[in-house]
């Protein structure tokens, strides 16, 4: 008897326990919901950059390199210098775990010159994606994904319909790169020398190259190809690793030793 007591005594605890770690859980989760929204809404919409030293992590660090809070608000303070009125607004948050998870759409006006693109003073929408990792209640990482592709062609840079019928099957091949300072010449050169290559090939359409130095010193370098259809882009892509083994090139290590980072798109337009 004392011992069924005992069991069912140790089961109660054990049950309140695992639901107050759920409730504290739970806190906590709408706690770093609620700082993500403050930080939209107050922090980044009215420019009070003061308040983050309550929300950024002395522990934060990026893909891109940055540190503490000017490497967590430096692609955001590039946006605010091209388009001072730029506003964000919150479509979801959810909160997991450690983790918020929102949809943004930033609506700015283009009043100054964006990573080479002169000032076109159109009004623009860019709609994305960004994580949020807590720690202790802090900022620790994040990840932003934005609609590049729609963003460029909304600035003029690339053409705004691919979907007319003599441009439905082009092909955008779209790369971004962040380049370290110490890096950027010879980033540049291997840079010119793949441009020059491609621009011989079958069905290539033109590039365009957009680069602007961040405030650390690094540089964001998005370059830009289109190509006629996607046979067209798969041909090159052959033809141009045959001239990198060639020449005796390696991107992926040339990448890794100079700590130049990558991200690829490929776009097409749709019927």
């Given amino acids: 008897m004392i011992k069924q007591l005992l069991g069912g005594l140790l089961l109660i605890a054990t049950?309140?326990?695992?639901?107050?770690?759920?409730?504290?859980?739970?806190?906590?989760?709408?706690?770093?919901?609620?700082?993500?929204?403050?930080?939209?809404?107050?922090?980044?919409?009215?420019?009070?950059?003061?308040?983050?030293?309550?929300?950024?992590?002395?522990?934060?660090?990026?893909?891109q390199g940055g540190s503490g809070i000017q490497g967590f608000i430096q692609s955001a303070?590039?946006?605010?210098?091209?388009?001072?009125?730029?506003?964000?607004?919150?479509?979801?948050?959810?909160?997991?775990?450690?983790?918020?998870f929102v949809k943004q759409t930033?609506?700015?006006?283009?009043?100054?010159?964006?990573?080479?693109?002169?000032p076109t003073h159109k009004a623009v929408t860019s709609e994305g994606t960004a994580i949020y990792t807590f720690k202790n209640g802090k900022i620790i990482s994040h990840e932003v994904q934005t609609d590049r592709l729609g963003f460029l062609q909304q600035l003029g840079a690339i053409p705004a319909d691919i979907t007319s019928t003599n441009k439905?099957?082009?092909?955008?091949?779209?790369?971004?790169?962040i380049v370290p300072s110490a890096a950027i010449s010879e980033f540049t050169q291997k840079m010119n020398y793949n441009?020059?290559?491609?621009?011989?090939?079958?069905g290539f359409m033109g590039d365009k190259v957009f680069q602007h130095q961040e405030p650390n010193g690094q540089y964001s370098v998005i370059t830009v190809a289109t190509w006629k259809n996607q046979e067209c882009l798969d041909n090159a892509k052959t033809?141009?690793?045959?001239?990198?083994?060639r020449i005796g090139f390696n991107p992926a290590g040339f990448y890794q030793q100079l700590?130049?980072?990558m991200e690829r798109g490929i776009y097409q337009g749709n019927d």
């Avoid at 759920?22 to 919409?45: C, G, P, R, W």
């Avoid at 930033?106 to 002169?118: K, L, S, V």
């Avoid at 439905?168 to 790169?177: E, L, M, P, S, T």
């Avoid at 441009?195 to 079958?202: A, N, S």
Wanted: proline fraction near 1%; avoid cysteine; hydrophobic fraction near 40%.
């Fill in 195 to 202: 441009r020059t290559f491609i621009q011989k090939l079958e």
């Fill in 15 to 63: 049950t309140a326990f695992s639901q107050q770690k759920v409730s504290d859980m739970e806190t906590i989760q709408q706690q770093n919901k609620a700082a993500i929204i403050h930080f939209y809404e107050d922090i980044l919409n009215q420019r009070k950059f003061a308040q983050l030293d309550g929300l950024i992590s002395l522990e934060y660090a990026n893909s």
């Fill in 106 to 118: 930033m609506q700015g006006t283009h009043q100054n010159t964006f990573q080479h693109i002169a």
């Fill in 259 to 261: 700590h130049i980072q």
């Fill in 239 to 245: 033809q141009v690793q045959a001239e990198y083994k």
């Fill in 168 to 177: 439905r099957n082009q092909v955008y091949f779209i790369d971004k790169f």
């Fill in 77 to 100: 303070q590039t946006v605010l210098q091209s388009f001072p009125d730029a506003q964000w607004s919150l479509s979801l948050v959810m909160a997991e775990g450690d983790k918020v």
